[in-house]
């Protein structure tokens, strides 16, 4: 069995979520059937809810006219998001604007006293990315966190397989960390227990690359300061 302790910190190229690592020595693995796992992935979230030009837009459409609202960088609690966005919607977009964030549900609703239609935007893609319902003139959405990015995942092409179907049918994915800590802290994650990955058949490198990614399986840039986990081999 083989331990790999991995720090972004420690890349000889790349950025602090999209780097590669050098080993001490050559990494061999012989033969087939090995499997490897994550531990103790340690991500710092320093991203706040809302961010310039990445999710920080709502386009909607009364009547023959589309608007557009531009919600200010910061980190948002639920009720204060959606009291943002009423009054960029009262500001901007005809019609009395009323929006909701349900805390106990993680929900927000939208309605207006006009009907309208979400056409655009990309706080909007982020709202209508979980399922939710919709009338002439009012959204219920689910699932909408103010945590920042709520879903991490980190990926390898070292280590990529058919066995393994992520987002966007990736083949690279390692394991998902939900994100259920708050903004400032460092969230802690680990595959669950006795589950693990495949090891390509007679590997040999001397260099790891790894990811970090968002649901969208967008790199996250550096919107993370650094990551850290243990990479077990057996």
Same mark, same amino acid.
């Given at each position: 069995?083989?331990?790999?302790?991995?720090?972004?910190?420690?890349?000889?190229?790349?950025?602090?979520?999209?780097?590669?690592?050098?080993?001490?020595?050559?990494?061999?693995?012989?033969?087939?059937?090995?499997?490897?796992?994550?531990?103790?992935?340690?991500?710092?979230?320093?991203?706040?809810?809302?961010?310039?030009?990445?999710?920080?837009?709502?386009?909607?459409?009364?009547?023959?006219?589309?608007?557009?609202?531009?919600?200010?960088?910061?980190?948002?609690?639920?009720?204060?998001?959606?009291?943002?966005?009423?009054?960029?919607?009262?500001?901007?977009?005809?019609?009395?604007?009323?929006?909701?964030?349900?805390?106990?549900?993680?929900?927000?609703?939208?309605?207006? =006293?006009?009907?309208? #239609? /979400?056409?655009?935007?990309?706080?909007?893609?982020? %709202? &209508?990315?979980? @399922?939710? $319902? !919709?009338?002439?003139?009012?959204?219920?959405?689910?699932?909408?966190?103010?945590?920042?990015?709520?879903?991490?995942?980190?990926?390898?092409?070292?280590? =990529?397989?058919?066995? #393994? /179907?992520?987002?966007?049918?990736?083949?690279?994915? %390692? &394991?998902?960390? @939900?994100? $259920? !800590?708050?903004?400032?802290?460092?969230?802690?994650?680990?595959?669950?227990?006795?589950?693990?990955?495949?090891?390509?058949?007679?590997?040999?490198?001397?260099?790891?690359?790894?990811?970090?990614?968002?649901?969208?399986?967008?790199?996250?840039?550096?919107?993370? @300061?650094?990551? !850290?986990?243990?990479?077990?081999?057996?």
């Amino acid at each position: 069995m083989r331990q790999i302790f991995v720090d972004s910190r420690d890349r000889v190229s790349g950025t602090t979520t999209a780097f590669s690592i050098q080993l001490p020595e050559t990494l061999v693995i012989e033969g087939s059937g090995h499997k490897a796992r994550i531990d103790q992935l340690r991500i710092p979230l320093s991203s706040p809810t809302i961010e310039t030009g990445d999710n920080d837009t709502i386009q909607v459409r009364v009547g023959a006219t589309n608007y557009t609202i531009t919600i200010p960088q910061a980190q948002y609690d639920g009720p204060t998001l959606a009291a943002t966005i009423q009054g960029l919607l009262n500001a901007t977009v005809p019609g009395a604007w009323t929006v909701i964030y349900v805390t106990n549900r993680i929900a927000m609703t939208m309605s207006c =006293s006009n009907n309208f #239609t /979400i056409v655009g935007g990309t706080y909007a893609a982020q %709202l &209508m990315f979980h @399922p939710y $319902t !919709s009338t002439a003139n009012s959204y219920a959405f689910t699932y909408v966190s103010v945590l920042g990015i709520d879903m991490f995942y980190l990926l390898s092409s070292k280590f =990529s397989t058919l066995d #393994t /179907i992520g987002p966007n049918n990736a083949h690279d994915t %390692l &394991m998902c960390a @939900p994100v $259920t !800590s708050a903004f400032g802290s460092i969230l802690v994650a680990d595959m669950p227990y006795n589950t693990w990955f495949d090891v390509p058949a007679n590997m040999t490198t001397q260099q790891l690359d790894f990811q970090l990614r968002d649901r969208w399986y967008d790199v996250l840039s550096n919107l993370v @300061p650094n990551i !850290s986990f243990l990479l077990t081999i057996d």
